[in-house]
């Protein structure tokens, strides 16, 4: 079986400042991991993956992610806060030799205040 | 940039009746989902779509739930007699294949409303 779990339903930042928000997975192999975007009345947009190789995924709009095999960690996290990154963050994880349809996260809100 | 859409985005529906909820993906994707999220709640998978037929389903998608790819670019979700506990935000997704780890794209959603 496949989880995701991610701790904070919300998440408070000033701009110009440092973000992170958080994800922890359980898989039975290696994972296959994924954070989404969601704006107000919006789909959710793909951000990055991880897949295998560098622990440190980049992505869109200036995001990274950091794999961590022994934590089992795959933290979102972006240097500098735009009042814009206010939206749903969602992670998701597959099992690399499972099934491919991903399990999601309940989702954080992050709030970026000016 | 290609997207997914979605209609319509909005459908209020009395319990018991049928509803289809209609998606256009990606056109060159190959596999087709379908998500629902109540609200304040995970997204949650129902059924993924390939080659005309069903490929995995999850427990949420009974008897009640059925999908349908009628031509070369619609993709729709009925659901044959709505109850109150389906009213929840439906999302289409599609990805370029299945096995290897394409990420999804996701349309804008419907949401559902069953009174």
């Known amino acids: 079986a496949q989880s995701v779990a991610q701790p904070e339903d919300q998440v408070n930042v000033a701009e110009g400042n440092p973000l992170t928000v958080k994800c922890t997975y359980s898989v039975s192999g290696n994972p296959y991991l994924f954070w989404y975007v969601q704006y107000p009345n919006r789909g959710l947009q793909f951000l990055l993956k991880?897949?295998?190789?560098?622990?440190l995924v980049k992505g869109s709009y200036g995001f990274e992610a950091e794999f961590n095999k022994s934590q089992t960690s795959f933290h979102l996290k972006k240097p500098s806060a735009l009042v814009s990154d206010s939206a749903l963050y969602f992670c998701a994880v597959r099992d690399a030799g499972g099934s491919y349809i991903p399990t999601f996260g309940r989702g954080t809100s992050l709030i970026v205040h000016p | 940039e290609p997207e997914v859409t979605q209609t319509p985005s909005h459908q209020v529906t009395q319990m018991g009746q049928e509803v289809i909820l209609r998606c256009v993906p990606i056109?060159?994707?190959?596999?087709f989902y379908w998500y629902r999220q109540i609200l304040g709640q995970k997204v949650e998978f129902l059924v993924s779509f390939y080659n005309n037929e069903i490929s995995e389903k999850s427990e949420i998608f009974d008897d009640q739930f059925s999908v349908e790819r009628p031509d070369g670019s619609n993709f729709t979700l009925k659901i044959r007699s709505t109850k109150l506990e389906d009213s929840a935000m439906y999302f289409c997704?599609?990805?370029?294949?299945?096995?290897?780890?394409?990420?999804?794209?996701f349309g804008p959603g419907t949401r559902l409303t069953v009174t």
């Open positions: 991880y897949i295998t190789g560098d622990n």
């Open positions: 997704a599609s990805s370029e294949a299945g096995e290897r780890p394409y990420e999804q794209y």
């Open positions: 056109s060159n994707h190959l596999y």
